[in-house]
Protein backbone atom coordinates (compact mmCIF):
# COMPACT_ATOMS: atom_id res chain seq x y z
CA UNK A 1 0.00 0.00 0.00
CA UNK A 2 2.70 2.57 1.11
CA UNK A 3 4.78 1.75 -2.08
CA UNK A 4 1.56 2.37 -4.36
CA UNK A 5 1.25 5.52 -2.57
CA UNK A 6 5.19 6.46 -3.63
CA UNK A 7 4.76 5.85 -7.09
CA UNK A 8 1.21 8.09 -7.27
CA UNK A 9 2.91 10.54 -5.87
CA UNK A 10 6.04 10.30 -8.01
CA UNK A 11 3.56 10.15 -11.41
CA UNK A 12 1.60 13.40 -9.94
CA UNK A 13 5.06 15.24 -9.33
CA UNK A 14 6.06 14.37 -12.95
CA UNK A 15 2.87 15.20 -14.36
CA UNK A 16 3.02 18.95 -12.36
CA UNK A 17 6.08 19.05 -13.47
CA UNK A 18 5.42 18.40 -17.10
CA UNK A 19 1.99 20.91 -16.96
CA UNK A 20 4.31 23.76 -15.77
CA UNK A 21 6.72 23.06 -18.49
CA UNK A 22 3.66 23.63 -20.82
CA UNK A 23 3.02 26.65 -19.22
CA UNK A 24 6.28 28.06 -19.24
CA UNK A 25 6.66 27.66 -23.20
CA UNK A 26 3.34 28.97 -24.02
CA UNK A 27 3.95 31.88 -22.07
CA UNK A 28 7.42 32.16 -23.60
CA UNK A 29 5.06 31.44 -26.97
CA UNK A 30 2.70 34.54 -26.07
CA UNK A 31 6.01 37.13 -25.56
CA UNK A 32 7.73 36.16 -28.74
CA UNK A 33 4.67 36.64 -30.53
CA UNK A 34 3.44 39.52 -29.24
CA UNK A 35 7.05 40.89 -29.71
CA UNK A 36 7.20 39.65 -33.42
CA UNK A 37 3.54 41.48 -34.08
CA UNK A 38 4.48 44.90 -32.46
Do not use: D, H, N, P
Not at 7 to 36: N, W
Request: with cysteine; charged share 10%.
Amino acid sequence: MEQSRKELTAMGYSYQGGFTLIVVLFILLVIVGSAYVC
